[in-house]
């Protein structure tokens, strides 16, 4: 998986989670307009009270009508559609201040007049940070869907809920002065308790899906992360760095189980070549040919298969002697020649050919790992140097 594949699966997790928020938002939206309409009922004293109680509810339901709307003109693909979107916003405001101007018309106690002077500072804020968001939501860029949505959560819904914080404790203040039954305000009692118990479960199983998930999230880009820094690009094969870890690892294994283990160091012949007359588009085809030979051939969990150099492969092969080393040396010959890949600029035949160097050792306190691939190189330059598209088998390990 490439970056910037990582990149769109990491947008598509944001997005995901972006939804999560959503639904834990419109849950507890729901649940705030439940608790409203409870406490509307127990509004029953005076008219100016429930005219009160009426109009604050009206101004809670446009501001969070309003923040809804925001979230789905982000979401929204069609840009005609997010312009509808965007007039729904403006008539809300126009309502909630007419609703804003009705309320404060209405004899005002103290109290709540200096609640409804701190929420109109808030006013401008709100209607500036809408505006920056409609004109981001005709921005059609995942940059500025990404802005959008920090605006969303981090400007607009807190300064509402600011504003619907105001609107509930005027609510709660006429509340406490509307005189209730012993029975009623033990319902409204057990209301509120049972209220405040749902928010609390769902602020905590919400905040276990999102810890779950940033952590699910933060582990597969770790993953692919890593299993990128030890993969070649280009043929999907273990890279150097790789090559030299797992080295280390099956010599010490192979040492402690007291098992053979060998080497293949694979070079195509006359690559340069072919890549000077077919292209270099055309060479990276017959790299990645060649390597999905090798994976073909080198087929067992235990082996490592690694793109060595430019050119040249490895094959590390745990509990193996120079017996078997042969085998799969001679697979491999034959596989290629059974592909029959042109390569009109080969001093060795009419086809892509390569040439091996075989090493194997039963690894010992008296050497270590680097006398392998260092033995294999010398068979490798062997091969070469007696005419190429062959395999020789270094001499002076055992």
């Known amino acids: 998986m490439s970056r910037p594949e990582i990149k769109r699966d990491s947008t598509r997790y944001l997005l995901i989670g972006y939804l999560m928020l959503s639904v834990l938002f419109a849950a507890l939206w729901l649940l705030d307009t439940f608790q409203l309409d409870s406490q509307r009922v127990l509004i029953d004293s005076t008219d100016m009270a429930a005219k009160k109680m009426r109009l604050s509810a009206d101004l809670i339901e446009v501001a969070r009508s309003r923040t809804r709307l925001s979230h789905e003109m982000v979401s929204e693909q069609d840009i005609f559609a997010r312009d509808d979107i965007y007039q729904r916003i403006e008539s809300l405001a126009v309502e909630f201040t007419r609703l804003h101007q009705e309320l404060e018309k209405l004899p005002l106690k103290e109290n709540e007049k200096n609640i409804l002077a701190g929420q109109s500072k808030l006013y401008p804020e709100i209607i500036n940070r809408l505006e920056e968001l409609s004109q981001l939501g005709f921005e059609e860029t995942d940059e500025a869907n990404i802005v959008a949505r920090n605006l969303i959560i981090h400007e607009i819904v807190p300064r509402q809920e600011k504003v619907v914080d105001g609107f509930l404790k005027i609510m709660r203040d006429i509340q406490s002065n509307i005189s209730a039954s012993a029975q009623t305000s033990s319902v409204q009692h057990a209301s509120n308790v049972a209220y405040r118990y749902t928010l609390l479960v769902i602020i905590v199983i919400g905040s276990l899906v999102v810890l779950v998930w940033v952590a699910r999230l933060m582990s597969n880009i770790e993953v692919t992360l890593q299993t990128q820094s030890l993969t070649d690009g280009l043929t999907g094969l273990s890279n150097r760095r790789c090559f ?54 080198a087929y067992r969990k235990s082996d490592v298969a690694a793109r060595y150099g430019g050119e040249e492969f490895a094959i590390i092969l745990s509990d193996t002697d120079v017996t078997g080393a042969q085998v799969v040396a001679d697979k491999l010959q034959a596989e290629l ?62």
């Open 244 to 297: 030299d870890y797992m080295l280390t690892h099956i010599w010490q294994r192979s040492l402690r189980n007291k098992q053979s283990m060998s080497l293949l160091l694979i070079d195509i012949d006359y690559f340069k070549n072919y890549n000077d007359f077919y292209g270099h588009q055309e060479g990276d085809w017959c790299l990645k040919e060649v390597a999905n030979i090798i994976k073909q051939v």
């Open 337 to 398: 020649r059974g592909r029959k890949i042109p390569h009109l600029q080969s001093g060795v035949a009419s086809f892509v050919t390569i040439s091996i160097g075989i090493a194997a050792v039963k690894p010992s306190f008296d050497l270590n790992e680097e006398a392998l691939p260092k033995a294999a190189d010398g068979a490798l330059y062997q091969s070469k140097e007696t005419g190429r598209n062959k395999a020789s088998i270094a001499s002076g390990l055992i």
